[in-house]
Nanobody, 120 residues
Framework: VQLVESGGGLVQPGGSLRLSCAASGFTFSRYVMRWYRQAPGKERELVAVITSAGVSTNYVDSVKGRFTGSRDNAKNIVYLQMNSLKPEDTAVYYC??????????????WGQGTQVTVSS
């Protein structure tokens, strides 16, 4: 199983980035995909959830209206489009895949993270 994030980097305030997470080794379309972030000295927080059908929900008030999650089940990729970036969005962003089977066994995979730095 692999989750490989990409697309992070240094961006000026007000700019945009699109993060990608390429998945392999599991049935991607059956998994709920999540984006988390962790800023220095802070706990990891859930940013967005993208259901297997592609419905995206933001879980952090500070990103609502600015961040949008999406997925391409044909390519096994999940995205996080980030617009109007602010310095407080600076964090390591992680991709997560979660599923539960009919026996209620949970499967939970993480990517290695990609750094996003918003600074002038």
């Amino acid at each position: 199983v692999q989750l490989v994030e990409s697309g992070g980097g240094l961006v000026q305030p007000g700019g945009s980035l699109r993060l990608s997470c390429a998945a392999s080794g599991f049935t991607f379309s059956r998994y709920v995909m999540r984006w988390y972030r962790q800023a220095p000295g802070k706990e990891r927080e859930l940013v967005a959830v993208i259901t297997s059908a592609g419905v995206s929900t933001n879980y952090v008030d500070s990103v609502k209206g600015r961040f949008t999650g999406s997925r391409d089940n044909a390519k096994n990729i999940v995205y996080l489009q980030m617009n109007s970036l602010k310095p407080e969005d600076t964090a390591v962003y992680y991709c997560n895949a979660w599923s539960r089977d009919s026996w209620l066994r949970e499967y939970n995979y993480w990517g290695q993270g990609t750094q996003v730095t918003v600074s002038s």
